[in-house]
């Protein structure tokens, strides 16, 4: 079966920026040129959220791991962390001095990744909401951050043309992939976190191999690609290009395999959904789309599971065929083994258990940091009052 629409937002005043859903896909975030973040509700008859405080566009959305926080990026140079449902509060991050043009949480939620116009990436822990420290060698704008799946590297895309990739714990530049004809839009890991895929002006999507780097694969396209999401299973890419196409490319078979036509315009963002079965799409006009994806439904179910597993991938081979290789032979060999389905099941609780403790204390931390932000307020109005009396006594006196 094709991808087909199964949704459709409307709420946004202007172009949408960008998209992304919660873990349990009961929600997806939103964020446009109208300064406004929406969540909303994937059950049916189910309000939007509409979430004010950005001064300006905002640029990035992005869940946290947990699904009780959402990161948001915009023009007004903040970064804002909120809570998806309550009163819509959020706390403020302040460190860029240009537009923040992307958001990320690392894998365990405990660190934010961000990308400005201000030619830095800014690397944030979650829960004390602080700044800790800048990687700074592109020398123009930084459209797009990301952090590896294992949390140790980070990837950068610039309109200076080039692809960087860091070593979070040492803060160095490993490499920079330099081989663009135009500017990167975007950029993102593998879910193997052996390569990378980056989108650009010059029409093409790229993915290349980080151990090696090298480039494993091109595709050309008739328009600039403004965004692209890889598939949990690893071996589909969707797109979104300014010719208001969706395309989804099949990277095993390193083909274009369907091209989607929805938006009016440019589609300016796409992402899949954390299981992979459906993706949203945003574009220029102001539309959120919901996507079933269709495609592969029995095989990337069971990929998922052998991946999770913990499979190292033979380095020598191509870096995406091995994986599948990998996938296969998994499955064969897990029929023979029951008794590890037990452990499995209490791993799986376990880790349910150790989400839900995360969760609890994003929403803790958020709340801690809005009290304090309230108290700073009181304490300022103190001030003035205080300093307003004493003028009073003073000019009562003279």
């Known amino acids: 079966e094709d991808p087909s629409l199964e949704r459709h937002f409307k709420g946004h005043r202007d172009a949408v920026t960008s998209v992304d859903f919660s873990l349990n896909k009961k929600q997806l975030a939103s964020g446009s040129m109208d300064s406004c973040l ?3 509700s994937m059950r049916p008859q189910m309000r939007a959220y509409r979430f004010v405080g950005h001064k300006d566009a905002v640029m990035c959305v992005q869940f946290s791991p947990s699904g009780h926080l959402v990161a948001s990026g915009s023009r007004d140079k903040t970064v804002r962390l909120w809570i998806p449902s309550v009163k819509g509060e959020s706390t403020v991050f302040k460190a860029h001095t240009g537009t923040v043009r992307s958001v990320h949480f690392s894998s365990d ?9 201000d030619k830095t990436v800014k690397v944030w822990t979650v829960h ?6 800048s990687l700074s060698q592109h020398i123009n704008w930084v459209r797009c951050a990301r952090f590896s799946p294992d949390g140790r590297l980070i990837v950068s895309a610039s309109d200076d043309k080039t692809v960087k990739l ?10 920079s992939f330099c081989e663009y004809g135009g500017f990167v839009n975007h950029v993102d890991f593998h879910p193997s976190g052996t390569c990378i895929a980056a989108a650009g002006t010059d029409n093409t999507v790229k993915v290349w191999d980080v151990r090696m780097n ?6 050309q396209g008739n328009a600039v690609v403004n965004s692209l999401s890889f598939h949990p299973s690893g071996n589909y890419l969707v797109t979104a290009s300014n010719d208001s196409t969706l395309k989804i490319l099949d990277l095993l078979e390193g083909r274009l395999l369907y091209t989607l036509h929805g938006h009016q315009g440019p589609a300016t963002c796409v992402a899949f959904s954390r299981a992979g079965d459906l993706f949203a799409s945003g574009g220029s006009d102001e539309q959120v789309m919901v996507w079933k994806t269709n495609f592969d439904a029995a095989d990337y179910g069971d990929v998922l599971k052998t991946q999770k597993s913990g499979t190292s991938v033979d380095g020598t081979q191509h870096a995406l065929q091995s994986e599948m290789d990998c996938g296969v032979h998994l499955k064969k060999t897990k029929t023979q083994d029951s008794g590890r389905n037990h452990e499995q099941q209490e791993e799986t609780s376990l880790a349910n258990t150790l989400e839900h403790i995360m969760g609890q204390l994003d929403v803790l931390t958020q709340t801690v940091s809005i009290l304090e932000q309230r108290l700073t307020l009181t304490e300022d109005k103190l001030k003035e009052c205080l300093e307003n009396q004493q003028k009073i006594i003073q000019n009562k006196m003279s």
């Open 214 to 219: 090298r480039l494993l694969q091109h595709y």
């Open 109 to 117: 939620g405990q660190s934010l990744v961000t990308a400005s116009d």
């Open 128 to 133: 004390r909401q602080k700044f800790l420290f």
């Open 166 to 175: 860091w070593d979070k714990t040492s803060r160095e530049c490993i490499h």
């Open 38 to 40: 929406m969540i909303w």
